[in-house]
């Protein structure tokens, strides 16, 4: 037999090939749905990019110039002279972002703890705790412009309630938001007053999460309340703690409406209560110099960045 008929042979022999082809061509559901996703957020996603992009990039180019009178007017750029004559500024600039500062971490520690306290006590069920919620909340419906104006007529140094609760139990007037010295802690209260309740839901929100047998457990080897707080609730609740604090701080040092409606431009008479955000607002329309503006609002912002990469860090060491 020659070589030709043993390999036809061999071949005859041989099972047919029943394997089906690689599947080629034709993407899977999973990747046409993958790529549809983006397609639909595309538009969203673009949007939301050039409104966040155009303006950080038109402010960064205005702190750049000497633009003065009115933004479409004539101007050159001058480098970084706005950058220097802000940080030079030690009448205004500094003690704004010393205020700034100031309100920032009295309000926000002040918010912290008594949210922590406030959530604590809600944290198991108790008759009426629907409508004790319903109240918290009350203070977070209104504007803040709103709740400036109330305030003022609260604490009006002639007319305010205020004062003639403190005559009613013999302590002396005050001036509170009419004094220079009283006007940036009355307004901290008053911050406090409207943000606790927020601070209090988002850890009361958290605490609901816990799972409860490490408390019961500590709870059987003796330990008292506190230590069950200390060592037991609060490591677990530190992630959400950690959010909130980045929230709130950064919410706080962006206040302006309060401060404006309450003390009006420039932070009252000797620019008491004169944060970033009110000397940058009075540099922009009282002053017309929105190239020292826009500067201040760069410095501004990066001090921001800086409070919120801090927070995160020290929340992760805390948390690890």
Partial sequence: MSTTEVSA????????????????????????????????????????????????????????????GAVNAGKSHIGLRNFADALEDTRRFWPA??????????AVVLET????????????????????????????????????????????????????LLAAVGLPRQEFLGSVSQSLPTLMLIDVWQWTPMMTLLLLAGLTTLPEEPEEAALVDGANGWQRFRHVILPMLG????????????????????????????????????????????LTFDYQEYGLAAAVLVLFTLFIIGVVVLLRRRGGRKNA
């Fill in 9 to 68: 042979a061999r071949s005859a022999l041989r099972p047919p090939d029943t394997a089906a082809p690689r599947a080629r061509g034709p993407r899977t559901f999973e990747q046409a749905n993958r790529r549809l996703k983006w397609m639909m957020l595309a538009p969203a996603l673009l949007f939301v990019g050039l409104m966040i992009v155009f303006p950080l990039a038109f402010t960064l180019d205005l702190s750049l110039t000497d633009a003065f």
């Fill in 97 to 106: 972002a010393r205020r700034t500062l100031v309100f920032t971490v009295g």
């Fill in 113 to 164: 703890v008594l949210g922590l306290a406030l959530a604590m006590l809600m944290r198991k069920p108790f008759r009426g705790m629907r409508w004790v919620r319903t109240v918290l909340i009350i203070p977070l419906l209104a504007t803040p412009v709103a709740i400036g104006i109330l305030w003022l007529l609260i604490l009006d140094p002639t007319n305010g309630i205020a004062n003639h």
């Fill in 239 to 282: 992630p959400t703690l950690a959010t909130a604090l980045v929230l709130r701080a950064v919410d706080a040092l962006k206040t302006f409406d309060i401060l404006y409606a309450t003390k009006g431009a420039g932070g009252g008479s000797d620019f008491e209560v004169e944060t970033l955000n009110v000397y940058a607002y009075g």
